[in-house]
């Protein structure tokens, strides 16, 4: 398996632009997760999914930020409009297991700069 | 909630033992006690875990005291290539907002 996908790698845009980020989980892994890391606050959970249902968004920081995940391989985060504190690296993450002490397999990230 | 604390960071030279301790002073019985390694421009990734007692692999030893409220992950004899960002995680089988990753302990391996 190729591991946990994301895309873009690199984004770069401009304040009140829509933004949407791509992740492929692996296959066969039921849970899959949201990431913002910055330098201040580390790496902080957004939102998690259970079988393409969204579980816990408590940690999604306000109404601009959205996910969806339509089918069990692809999930998107978008955030409208854009700010320049958005800018962050987000990661995606997937687990084949239901519990917090299960091993979650991360993405790449996607660096995201908002002008 | 179970916070943990862990230094900030730590500085080591190649071939130097590292031990970094993770402080958990409110974990609950169902608690596992879970480590993850992170690499410049990467996403973390698992490295050990463990409940009480010593766990070892290929990569790290971890040691966990009677107690539990504490943990030290040990990597023995590092190299430049173990320079990384270190995160000591507490969960157990709830929900995994529990699960709380932070600032971690930045290690810096010099030759």
């Known amino acids: 398996d190729a591991g946990v996908i994301q895309s873009p790698r690199h984004e770069v845009t401009e304040m009140g632009q829509e933004v949407t980020l791509r992740c492929k989980p692996i296959?066969?892994?039921?849970?899959l997760f949201w990431y913002r890391q910055t330098m201040m606050r580390g790496l902080e959970l957004l939102i998690y999914?259970?079988?393409?249902?969204?579980?816990?968004d408590s940690g999604m920081p306000e109404d601009r930020f959205s996910a969806k995940m339509p089918n069990a391989s692809f999930s998107t985060l978008k955030i409208q409009p854009s700010e320049p504190r958005d800018s962050a690296v987000y990661f995606c993450?997937?687990?084949?297991?239901?519990?917090?002490?299960?091993?979650?397999?991360f993405g790449p990230g996607t660096r995201l700069t908002v002008l | 909630l179970a916070k943990t604390t862990q230094p900030i960071s730590m500085d080591s030279y190649e071939g130097q033992e590292v031990n970094i301790t993770c402080s958990h002073n409110?974990?609950?019985?169902?608690?596992?006690i879970t480590w993850y390694q992170q690499f410049p421009s990467q996403g973390p990734r698992f490295i050990i875990q463990?409940?009480?007692t010593k766990v070892t692999n290929e990569v790290a030893s971890l040691f966990i005291p009677a107690d539990r409220k504490s943990s030290t992950l040990s990597l023995p004899r590092v190299s430049l290539s173990d320079t990384a960002v270190y995160y000591c995680?507490?969960?157990?089988?709830?929900?995994?907002?529990?699960?709380?990753f932070g600032t971690g302990t930045r290690l810096l391996v010099s030759p």
């Open positions: 999914f259970n079988n393409n249902v969204p579980i816990d």
């Open positions: 463990g409940y009480k």
């Open positions: 995680l507490v969960g157990d089988n709830t929900g995994f907002q529990k699960l709380v």
């Open positions: 296959s066969g892994h039921d849970y």
């Open positions: 993450a997937s687990s084949p297991g239901g519990n917090s002490y299960n091993e979650q397999f």
């Open positions: 409110n974990i609950a019985t169902n608690d596992y």
